[in-house]
């Protein structure tokens, strides 16, 4: 499966639990919309990651990557210190400039 490279460095930056540099594969106004709440810009998205990260330790392993144009979707086994841990999400990744500039987070 291929994964463009800011996808992959998205993954990578979430199993080290490092907010910086996730925050980092963003646009400076990147918007996530993720558990009915939306975050705009690198530093609400870096808290948000932030207290994600401290929350529920969260690991994604891909299980599928689909893309046209600049929308793409991975599809991943998310496992972590959560309710329901594993849980199948989808993340629906917008790429500009091979940074995110929108992400929507879905079951």
């Not at 870096?46 to 299980?63: D, V």
């Not at 144009?69 to 790429?95: E, M, Y």
């Amino acid at each position: 499966m291929e994964i463009p490279q800011v996808v992959e460095r998205f993954i990578e930056t979430q199993h080290s639990l490092d907010s910086n540099a996730f925050a980092e594969c963003f646009t400076d106004n990147a918007i996530v919309h993720d558990e009915g709440k939306t975050h705009n810009g690198k530093q609400e998205i870096e808290q948000w990651i932030k207290q994600a990260m401290e929350n529920y330790e969260s690991q994604l392993e891909p299980l599928n990557y689909e893309q046209s144009g600049a929308n793409s979707v991975l599809t991943a086994n998310v496992s972590g210190t959560f309710p329901g841990s594993p849980i199948v999400l989808k993340f629906h990744f917008g790429i500009k400039d091979n940074l995110i500039e929108s992400l929507s987070v879905t079951e």
